[in-house]
């Protein structure tokens, strides 16, 4: 089993910035591409932000230009700076695997972000 630690979220006024991490223990992190998902209220988690195992990255038309995702292999982590935050980027937000596009299917708890004034 896969465990996921997010952490980093909170509430911040429309133009912050909030850094996210998550931490991935156990497995060969450095060999496996990730992601961040977000689940907004009422709504479907949604891929936003996602890493190769080579750092290539790609992003949702939405995040491009606002969010950067980055991961450290020797701490089994990746990261989402997220800057000039807008209210439609509220949601809790997941890190998962991101093989073949898809996540695979344990889950951690999320990190909540609100971006409200």
């Known amino acids: 089993q896969v465990q996921f630690v997010e952490s980093g979220g909170g509430l911040v006024q429309p133009g912050g910035s909030l850094r996210l991490s998550c931490k991935v223990p156990?497995?060969?992190?450095?060999?496996?591409?990730m992601g961040w998902q977000r689940q907004a209220p009422g709504q479907q988690r949604e891929l936003i932000a996602s890493i190769t195992d080579g750092s290539s990255t790609k992003y949702q038309d939405s995040a491009k230009g606002r969010f950067t995702i980055s991961r450290d292999n020797a701490e089994n982590s990746i990261y989402l700076q997220m800057n000039n935050l807008k209210p439609e980027d509220t949601g809790v937000y997941y890190c998962n695997t991101n093989i073949l596009n898809r996540p695979s299917a344990y889950w951690g708890q999320g990190t909540l972000v609100t971006v409200s004034s």
């Open positions: 156990g497995i060969a992190f450095r060999f496996v591409a």
